[in-house]
């Protein structure tokens, strides 16, 4: 069956610390995996998606086919970082989103 | 701005009751998705129109119905609502396939 986990509900760290948000995937083909991002409420916007392997608002993931997994991650965290982050993977060309990690920055 | 709107933002009723929530995706999307988020259970995929056309159904209760207009707007109804019901519940559209572009919610509070 097709999953997302992300493990941690809350994850958080001080500004400038360096962030790892977790993403384990299971799926029986050759996955796309998405991050999408939600600022207090709002609407919930794309934030990365592997196969463009670009960096957005400092934010990086690789994808580990050997580890099923799509780490996000920025070196340097700052206070507006602070946001709901859902891991995605299409099937077909629906979602399926994990259960979130909440972080916070503080200052 | 995503360009897909939704209506009402927030909508308050009763148990039993039956609502509508409104979505236009964004202009030349053809697929309108829709998701509930609620804080139990995370964010869930409950069905998906293609140009007027069911495509893909998920969690979605029978007391919920969906349909995608001529205009490609989309109607969520949910019907004999309980307090359960009470989220967030998102539309998003895609011209096909995937990225996925979100509507800012409608909020469903069921007292």
């Known amino acids: 069956a097709q999953r997302v986990t992300q493990p941690e509900k809350l994850l958080s760290v001080f500004k400038g610390a360096p962030v790892e948000l977790k993403c384990n995937y299971s799926?029986?083909?050759?996955?796309?995996l998405f991050w999408y991002v939600q600022y207090s409420r709002q609407r919930l916007q794309l934030l990365l998606r592997?196969?463009s392997r670009e960096s957005i608002k400092g934010f990086t993931a690789d994808l580990n086919k050997g580890e099923t997994s799509f780490h996000l991650k920025k070196p340097f965290a700052q206070e507006e970082d602070s946001a709901m982050y859902y891991c995605?993977?299409?099937?077909?060309?629906?979602?399926?989103f994990g259960t979130g990690t909440r972080l916070q920055v503080f200052p | 701005d995503s360009g897909v709107t939704q209506t009402p933002k927030h909508l308050i009723t009763a148990t039993g009751q039956r609502v509508t929530l409104r979505c236009s995706p964004r202009?030349?999307?053809?697929?309108v998705y829709w998701y509930q988020q609620s804080l139990d259970q995370g964010l869930q995929f409950l069905i998906q129109?293609?140009?007027?056309?069911?495509?893909a159904k998920g969690n979605i209760l029978e007391r919920f119905s969906a349909q995608q207009f001529p205009d490609l707007h989309s109607e969520l109804n949910l019907s004999s609502l309980e307090l359960g019901d009470s989220a967030l519940y998102f539309c998003?559209?895609?011209?096909?396939?995937?990225?996925?572009?979100f509507g800012n919610g409608t909020r469903l509070t069921v007292t």
């Open positions: 995605a993977l299409s099937n077909t060309d629906k979602l399926i």
């Open positions: 998003a559209s895609s011209v096909t396939g995937l990225p996925l572009h």
């Open positions: 592997h196969i």
């Open positions: 799926y029986s083909g050759s996955p796309e």
């Open positions: 129109y293609y140009n007027g056309e069911e495509r």
């Open positions: 202009s030349g999307d053809l697929s």
